[in-house]
């Protein structure tokens, strides 16, 4: 069982736990740093990949680089989100958060109401980082943090048709 970091109601902490998620995702849109507005509706059968993060979160400082350019060179093409769901993270600490990790800030979403992470997870029991790929709002996986082993899924998951 892994050892995660669970954010409750705006405390954070550490726990061997088996996350639970939701199982149906619904559409929806999300505006990143930059108010680009990303929807659901417009990737009609294109997977997209969704990395759930924090700015103070320890294993994201090297999980978001890697899938970063993991992503840039196998799949150009799919969008790749950075999601942070906490309300304590301010966008002005997430642009911080993506020049030190040299990252292109666009990438990079706030959910300040939670409304998209909600429905990924159950109970308001976030497990950082989580790495989502959806096609057509249906899983392709679902992982919690990533190494080689894990990149070789996505890209077998991501060129399945």
Avoid: W
């Avoid at 009609?44 to 970063?68: A, D, N, Q, W």
């Avoid at 976030?126 to 070789?152: N, Q, W």
């Amino acid at each position: 069982m892994p050892l995660v970091l669970i954010a409750l109601s705006g405390t954070l902490f550490l726990q061997t736990a088996t996350p639970v998620h939701a199982e149906e995702v619904r559409r929806f849109f999300i505006k990143n740093l930059d108010n680009e507005r990303f929807d659901t509706r417009n990737q009609k059968g294109s997977p997209f990949v969704m990395s759930f993060f924090f700015t103070t979160c320890i294993p994201c400082y090297r999980e978001i680089p890697e899938l970063h350019a993991f992503m840039s060179k196998e799949f150009p093409d799919v969008s790749l989100l950075f999601v942070d769901p906490l309300e304590e993270d301010s966008k002005a600490d997430i642009r911080k958060f993506a020049r030190k990790l040299n990252v292109p800030s666009e990438l990079f979403y706030k959910d300040s109401m939670g409304i998209v992470s909600k429905r990924f997870y159950k109970g308001g029991q976030y497990v950082f980082p989580t790495i989502i790929g959806l096609r057509d709002l249906k899983y392709l996986f679902r992982y919690y943090g990533i190494d080689s082993e894990i990149l070789a899924e996505i890209k077998n998951k991501l060129q399945e048709r």
